[in-house]
């Protein structure tokens, strides 16, 4: 049974850190990409950031250029994303993925084949 399990969320000012970290098993990851959605209140869930197997490439929203960071680590069969500068606009659920794929036509990223449950980030004004 695959399982993604997200850890790291909690409450932070504004302009300040986070680091979520999600560990993936049940399941050889081997090929897949990995990433990062969210979902802030009664809005849609939307795209934060992914990274490629090999840790090559890496994917970012607009919103979180430059501010977030994705990493992996393939032989914990674990995703980070280190969050700086936190803004209020920020706070969401914050939901890792596996699979999917970048579509640079359009900047969007679809097909993904794992969610984990989420996990809140609050950043307060």
């Known amino acids: 049974q695959v399982q993604l399990v997200e850890s790291g969320g909690g409450l932070v000012q504004a302009g300040g850190s986070l680091r979520l970290s999600c560990a993936a098993s049940?399941?050889?990851?081997?090929?897949?990409?990995k990433g990062w959605f969210r979902q802030a209140p009664g809005k849609e869930r939307e795209f934060v950031a992914a990274i490629s197997w090999t840790g090559s490439s890496t994917y970012y929203a607009d919103s979180v250029k430059g501010r977030f960071t994705i990493s992996r680590d393939n032989a914990k069969n674990t995703v980070d994303l280190q969050m700086n500068s936190l803004k209020p606009e920020d706070t969401a659920v914050y939901y890792c993925i596996v699979g999917g794929t970048w579509r640079p036509q359009s900047q969007t990223y679809y097909g993904m084949d794992y969610w984990g449950k989420g996990t809140l980030v609050t950043v307060s004004s």
């Open positions: 049940g399941l050889s990851f081997s090929g897949y990409n």
